[in-house]
């Protein structure tokens, strides 16, 4: 069973800094990664997503990277902001049409001003 | 892009009611949607998986006669709570699939179960 792990689980730094979540999954047998953001009280708002066969993606001051042999996944926020702060979840998709995502807890992530 | 709804937004009903929750694809057809939820603090849950004009496919510990699934079109899911209890009370999330494999989410329902 695929298992998704997310860290940092909280995140706190200064406007201005860059800075890098990870995510681990168990089964490197995946069609995509996603990345997604969500607001408190709010749905998902999906930031990124990398195929299997990428490397990584880029979309203004994100980007993200994938490492499927060594089931790893990074997402590099560039020159931090306040509006950036929100819970990160990312998630995998290992099935074949039928299944869902598996999503990691999330890193909460404070911008301070 | 494409977008999906869901309806309502929020919802509180009393213990013992039936809630129907609706998911649509707004600009696009979608065989297969799922149905995620989500409680307080913690990630997403799939519930069940659900296919235009099939069973739905539920996950492990989820009731199937609890959470009624129906994929009546290809741009509509109803998830129906059935005889809800307050610990049913949680973030409920749709999601409808694009090729190849890609998941848009709907914007949620919070359901309080009193």
């Known amino acids: 069973k695929q298992e998704v792990t997310q860290i940092p689980a909280a995140l706190s730094v200064p406007e201005g800094e860059n800075l890098v979540l990870n995510c681990s999954f168990t089964d490197s047998a995946i069609y995509n990664l996603q990345w997604f953001r969500q607001d408190p009280g709010k749905g998902l708002t999906s930031l990124l997503l990398i195929q299997s066969s990428q490397r990584e993606q880029t979309s203004g001051r994100l980007n993200a990277s994938l490492d499927k042999s060594s089931g790893r996944s990074t997402l590099y926020i560039a020159a931090s902001q306040p509006g950036d702060s929100a819970t990160y979840l990312c998630a995998v998709y290992s099935g074949g049409g039928a299944d869902g995502l598996t999503f990691g807890k999330g890193t909460h992530l404070i911008i301070q001003p | 892009g494409a977008v999906v709804s869901q309806h309502p937004s929020w919802v509180i009903c009393k213990s013992g009611t039936s809630v129907k929750i609706e998911c649509r694809s707004l600009d696009f057809q979608a065989t297969t949607m799922f149905w995620y939820r989500q409680f307080p603090k913690q990630s997403l849950m799939l519930m069940a998986t659900?296919?235009?004009?099939?069973?739905?496919?539920?996950e492990q510990g989820v009731e199937k006669d609890k959470f009624l699934i129906n994929h009546a079109s290809l741009t509509l899911s109803t998830l129906t709570v059935t005889s809800a209890h307050p610990e049913d009370s949680s973030f409920y999330i749709c999601?409808?699939?694009?090729?190849?494999?890609?998941?848009?989410f709907g914007p949620g329902t919070r359901l309080t179960v009193t």
């Open positions: 999601s409808a699939m694009i090729h190849p494999f890609e998941q848009y």
């Open positions: 659900s296919n235009e004009g099939s069973k739905a496919t539920y």
